[in-house]
């Protein structure tokens, strides 16, 4: 099938489960004994029972049994181990899918004594040898053995206790406590074996010189040299211990000590040197001779010939005192991971090497030692490749935490416009790599979700196992942001943070991306504009760069507030924004006034929302009749509404005067001048003819000691001198006048203005608005609606309170059946209304003044 491959390795059988088959699955390990028991492989209990469970090259998974393990089956030369493994794509392994497979593999001759130092835990065994006069022994009555020590097994041959060597005492356990404190303990036909995790109690760390003399050591310091590695010692996890076991009515000792390095590795000029001792202490004690067998190596548990081993340009060398293996970092036989230190993506170079050393000595004649080692280099930064399209290679290698963000520019002609796709190549990376999520705007996105915000995601696999990811946007995704740049052109920026993660360690680390492609599909805005009798109209139709620009009047921001203050009419329904103007109104520029005609522009300019760099300018120009600015009453009042024309931005509307220089305008803006009088006053001269009357006047402005007007503005007013008109009388009684009292609904509005002038009420964001005693508050209510010249505004009462309910007591009367209220000094003041722009029935609204004062109760303030 492919999930598993095996093989046999002396007295170690090793099963590999590819990555492939275990992608996006999760794992769980059993093994099963002769007698069909199922047992759950974990990290103690692999310790104990002779497995050893790792991650090999990348992902792959590679199991490792000891041919002494728990549960395999030794018979003569041939050990069998079944595991089970179950797979599943959830957490909680349900749908989990069962593979069984039994391995047998032939080992022998068994040394008197082997050794395994496993990366989790050490293995010794011993031949178990009786003597032949205690075999021949005759046992003449039934073993009395549970009668006199009954923690004793039953059985002919069997350990019995464990006694541990330490520097400062010495220490028994019985079977049972020895394998309650995790030490593996068995016996076969032959050997006896004890297995110790290198976390066990017992365990000491002692360190074993290789080289270093006390003459080497003294020349090394007259030297200033620092001694190496091999000088100062290679620490080793030791454990003496001897092994009790009965056979018949004797008990027999064996030397169970096991010594395993733990260190013993430089890394220096690209190089891996790993140095063994060939001798320590509590495997050589009592021995006065001995002689190396066999000193072999390889990688993965295969044996290198000295041929191979030359090939991958690896070092063997068997000294006097140490074996030293040396390997050129990145040589065949290892592999690189992943590896993330402090956020910064790099990699690591692995090597699962292992030595055979097998010598003869005086003591137990033949010991083999086989010792594997996982090597693995520090942390070396990585380079991160960073491609778009075939344009465009920038490789970046000072990590992430000084190159806070990649950058890639992408000419316009890298896009594939008829797809309207930005794309981006992010790798190589290796297959241990995972892509997770993107961050877009802020906002985390599992890769399976990507597409819904417009990305597509592709992952290409290399011939080397190595791996990349291609991020496919569209344009048209809101992720990617427009910015207007010049001509048709416009800049789309891709800001994405890709977040990975690494198996097994799973690690995660960030690369944030961002891209800058110039796009040649730049719509600008356009605009048409027309004229009413009475306003002017601007329509912009909007195009595909404008999204954040903002309409303005000069530097004037246009607002639905600020619209809303001068009554222009502002709309923007996505696809159009329109602007309705009067055409007496402040931004309205005059220039060509005629007798007949008067010229009226209004400019809009938009400008980019952050930079508020000017974008697009816009104007509509129209001709208005002036009679829009002339006002002739029945009743022989006029108002003339005078306007400041362009190129006289210096001319002081309030300046303005009539030729009876006495008659000033009634209101005045930045613009223009209301002048409001009877045509029988303010110089005004009359013309008759057989039908009409007709008043002029003229608007006039004299600068300081000049009697000649630097403005003039006339007008004329035409009554019918005789008229006759038809009217039908009939005489009814009239009925008693009656008030009833009449429904309807009725919108108001009360403000606070800042000034006396009431040109700007406070706004809600304004409130609450900070006044001191006695300084001025200047009110306002206005009938909103209905609009009907027949109604008059009056008010009744008005009262303040201390507290937000108009119900609560103090009070404090402003207004007093319709009347100011002129106790004290706080008398309320009543101000005319008088007709303007904004106001076009004054009857409609009332405006009073009052001071600002505080309640009191006897002497002390009831607020601040």
Known sequence: TGLMSLECSGNLLRITLSAEYLEDKYLSLFVIDQSGTVWELDGAMAAQCGYTVTYSIWRSIEFRASALSCHSHLEEDVFTVTIQIKASHTPDMSNATTHLKSASCHYGPWSPRELICESNYMEVSVRREVPQ??????????????????????????????????????????????????????????????????????????????????QQAARLCRSNQVPSLQDQGITFSVLRSSTFYKYQRVILMLDTAVACPVDGVDYTNKTITWTVPKYTPPLSAGVTTSKDVLVEA????????????????????????????????????????????????????????????????????????????????????????????????????????????????????????????????????????????????????????????????????????????????????????????????????????????????????????????????AVLPSARGFCDERSLHLIITHGNVDQNWLPFISDWHLTQEAAQKYNYILR????????????????????????????????LTLKDGITLAQRRDFSVSCIFSPSELIQCLPNGTVIITAIKLVGGEDLDTALLVLRDRQCKPSLVTEKTAIFKFNVNTCGTSRKFNSTTVTYENEVLYFRPSNDTPIYQ?????????????????????SPPPSVKPGFGCLALSLKLFKEKSYSEPYQESEYPVVKY??????????LLQPKDARLDLNLDDCWATSSQSQDSFPQWHILVHGCENDQGSYRTVFHKVNYSLRVKFPQHLKRFEVRMFSFVQDTSLLQE
């Open 133 to 214: 006069t205690i075999k021949d022994f005759i046992q003449d009555e039934p073993e009395d053995w549970s009668l006199v020590f009954p923690e004793a097994k039953a059985e002919e041959a069997s350990i019995w206790q464990i006694v541990f060597h330490q520097p400062e005492e010495k220490r028994a356990l019985l079977l049972s406590n020895a394998w309650g404190a995790g030490y593996g303990l068995n016996t076969t036909d032959s050997r006896v074996l004890l297995r110790v995790p290198y976390t066990a109690a017992q365990v000491q760390l002692i360190e074993v010189g290789v080289l270093l003399l006390a």
């Open 572 to 603: 923007d329904n996505g696809t159009h924004l329109a602007i309705s103007v009067p055409f007496l109104s402040p931004h309205v520029s005059y220039e060509g006034f005629h007798t007949s005609a008067i010229k009226a522009s209004f400019y």
């Open 773 to 782: 005693l006695r300084e001025a508050l200047y009110f306002e209510v206005e």
């Open 298 to 521: 390889g990688v993965d548990l295969h044996k290198l010939s000295a041929k191979e081993m030359a090939s991958r340009k690896y070092v063997l060398l068997n000294e006097l005192k140490a074996i030293t293996m040396k390997i050129p970092i990145g040589a065949e036989g290892g592999y690189y991971k992943t590896s993330v230190d402090n956020g910064q993506l790099g990699v690591k170079y692995t090597i699962n090497l292992f030595l055979e050393h097998q010598w003869e000595d005086n003591k137990r004649r033949l010991t083999k030692n086989t010792i594997i080692k996982e090597i693995e280099t520090p942390f070396e930064q990585a380079e991160v490749v960073i491609t778009s399209s075939k344009w465009l290679n920038i490789e970046f290698t000072k990590g992430f935490d000084t190159v806070k963000c990649l950058m890639l520019f992408v000419p316009f002609v890298d896009l594939n416009l008829s797809a309207r796709l930005m794309n981006v190549t992010v790798g190589t990376f290796l297959p241990d790599v995972e892509l997770v999520n993107l961050t877009i705007e802020g906002v985390a996105v599992a890769v399976p979700e990507a597409v819904q915000h417009g990305y597509l995601i592709h992952r290409t696999r290399y011939a080397n196992g190595s791996k990349a990811y291609i991020i496919e946007v569209l344009l048209d995704a809101p992720s990617v942001k427009k910015e207007y740049m010049r001509e048709d052109v416009r800049a789309c920026t891709l800001n994405v943070t890709l977040t990975f993660i690494t198996y097994p360690s799973r690690e995660t680390f960030a690369i944030p991306v961002i891209v800058l492609s110039l796009v040649k599909d």
């Open 713 to 733: 503005l006339k007008f004329l007013c035409s009554y019918a001198v005789k008229q006759t008109a038809d009217v039908q009388y009939e005489s009814k009684k």
